[in-house]
């Protein structure tokens, strides 16, 4: 496909509000005395079985569904007509995380709507006089992400895409909200079996805190304002007969910088196609004289796998995903794939 003239244009006009957030992102890169001063942190728990098989190590070549958490670019690859995925997360101390996604073609572009949320179960409510909770009284936080997205190709190689994000976060009586952003750019080469990604995550306005909690019956608790976790990441896909090499590094504003490498292996027969893959991180820490237990990584490997079926106009997957911690205990994701 040849790339217009206009669009060229506009390319390189994405191109260069990339950079530019970019450094932006990068400037604001925090070490580790900054680490557990953010809000909104169930924005970096991953999604879908895949990228959790992976260790989120694909924004490169991630496409359809998939690609909503990941690199919204991605919304605009081979999706022909609507994807939809479910799925369910154990995650770490008993959390349920709970994912439903949709992506759609309209028009020359593709738009997607996603949603999370974080069930914790029934808590017990303490006081001052209550300690131990034996009064019985219970709450449940509410943790949520709405999603919203476009993607548009502008040629066979070249895509991009932004999200705009809701974020809610309520305990008992108490909670905040705010608004992020999302861009993402992939390029495939012309020659070589490689992609390259690159996407900017949850840039945007602080999360403070407000509610009767807050309220002692004479005064009001103020709240400092906190920043969401920015982050950014470069990542790239190499190619290799059946199996794609992932590689992405991940500068954050609030945690420690972190690389992934994942290996996926991919196998089509027919109306039937199979993958399996796995992947590492590991935690880029530039300073020596943090203590193990505050700067070692709680997660290790992870592996999954995934088979998917096209019956007639329709599409049925089913994927899995496990990650390994010995601090958390192992914590895994089983997704349901739609597509019509």
């Not at 995650?91 to 069930?119: C, M, P, Q, R, W």
Request: hydrophobic share 35%; with cysteine.
């Amino acid at each position: 496909m040849v790339i217009e003239k206009g669009d060229s244009k506009m390319i390189k006009k994405l191109i260069t509000t990339c950079l530019v957030f970019a450094w932006f992102s990068i400037s604001m890169a925090g070490t580790s005395a900054s680490i557990g001063t953010d809000s909104g942190t169930q924005l970096l728990i991953q999604t879908g079985a895949k990228g959790v098989a992976l260790n989120s190590s694909f924004n490169a070549s991630v496409t359809g569904v998939d690609a909503l958490y990941y690199n919204p670019a991605g919304i605009a690859g081979k999706v022909n007509g609507v994807e939809a995925q479910f799925s369910s997360y154990s995650y770490i101390a008993g959390i349920k995380h709970t994912y439903a996604a949709f992506v759609s073609n309209v028009g020359e572009g593709t738009v997607g709507l996603s949603f999370k949320s974080l069930d914790f179960g029934d808590i017990k409510k303490t006081t001052a006089d209550d300690t131990h909770g034996t009064s019985g009284n219970t709450y449940s936080p509410n943790f949520s992400v709405l999603t919203l997205s476009y993607g548009k190709s502008f040629s066979d190689r070249i895509r991009f895409g932004t999200s705009v994000k809701i974020v809610n976060e309520a305990v008992d009586q108490t909670g905040g909200s705010a608004f992020a952003l999302d861009m993402g750019v992939q390029y495939e080469h012309a020659s070589l079996p490689l992609k390259l990604g690159v996407s900017l995550r949850n840039l945007g306005s602080k999360m403070e805190y407000s509610g009767i909690n807050l309220e002692d019956g004479t005064s009001t608790l103020l709240t400092e304002a906190s920043n969401l976790p920015a982050n950014l990441n470069i990542s790239s896909t190499y190619k290799v007969g059946p199996v794609d090499i992932h590689y992405s590094f991940t500068n954050h504003s609030y945690a420690f910088n972190e690389s992934s490498l994942g290996l996926e292996y991919q196998i089509e027969m027919g109306d039937y196609s199979a993958w399996v893959g796995g992947g590492i991180n590991s935690l880029l820490i530039e300073e020596d004289d943090l203590d193990e237990d505050y700067s070692s990584n709680p997660f290790g490997a992870s592996f999954g796998g995934g088979l998917n079926a096209k019956l007639g106009d329709f599409n049925f997957g089913l994927d899995f995903g496990l990650k390994q911690s010995e601090l958390f205990g192992n914590t895994s994701v089983l997704a349901l794939n739609i597509g019509f």
